[in-house]
T-cell receptor, first 113, second 122 residues
């Protein structure tokens, strides 16, 4: 039972263009969402998050959008850079608990010159 | 320490042997989590510690898996009688406190991962 789904295992984007990574969830109790970035042989690192009281959160080149009615969130990276090439994980949790994160399967982003 | 430290970074073991994986969390982080990532899969929750107790062990796949934490610090994940399906990257993370989301601002979420232990069972 996958509560968090990332249906695209990979994405290839040209440098300078926009990268859009998508994530869907099924559990309506989730109210906090995060994106993590993972390079090979390293642990995931926190990238950006959004609370369910918001529909958008922005940090420099990274923006996360949340559509609660559709149970969908997306990560936009613009402009994309070769250093953004990594695996991106979407995660969700229920606040008030103990921060247990439910992760998607990840999307491998390749940004090419 | 400055970050979450895991050892060994790589472990190759024969089927049927026992293995121990170690996690050193960030000093002062009371919450500790174990996850694993199998090939082509997402991060799968295994167990959560608050201090030395484990209120949620629901992700441990079988009774061959156990974990403990001592002194509110180091944690050890033990896999007995390893099987080939146990091959995965085992990741440890620590967090400052329960339900800590900071101010909701950027980069203030207290969940820090180690680099993982890649376990291969042959």
């Amino acid at each position: 039972d996958q509560q968090v789904k990332q249906n695209s295992p990979s994405l290839s984007v040209q440098e300078g263009r926009i990268s859009i990574l998508n994530c869907d969830y099924t559990n309506s109790m989730f109210d906090y969402f995060l994106w993590y970035k993972k390079y090979p042989a390293e642990g995931p690192t926190f990238l950006i998050s959004i609370s369910s009281i918001k529909d958008k959160n922005e940090d420099g080149r990274f923006t996360v959008f949340l559509n609660k009615s559709a149970k969908h969130l997306s990560l936009h990276i613009v402009p994309s850079q070769p250093g953004d090439s990594a695996v991106y994980f979407c995660a969700a949790s229920v606040s008030g608990g103990y921060n247990k994160l439910i992760f998607g399967a990840g999307t491998r982003l390749a940004v090419h010159p | 320490g400055a970050g979450v430290s895991q050892s060994p970074s790589n472990k190759v073991t024969e089927k049927g042997k026992d293995v121990e994986l170690r996690c050193d969390p960030i000093s002062g982080h009371t919450a500790l989590y174990w996850y694993r990532q199998s090939l082509g899969q997402g991060l799968e929750f295994l167990i959560y510690f608050q201090g030395n107790s484990a209120p949620d062990k629901s992700g441990l796949p079988s009774d061959r898996f156990s974990a403990e934490r001592t002194g509110g610090s180091v944690s050890t994940l033990t896999i007995q009688r390893t099987q080939q399906e146990d091959s995965a990257v085992y990741l440890c993370a620590s967090s400052l406190a329960i339900g800590y989301y900071g101010t909701g601002g950027i980069r203030d979420y207290g969940y820090t991962f180690g680099s993982g232990t890649r376990l291969t069972v042959v």
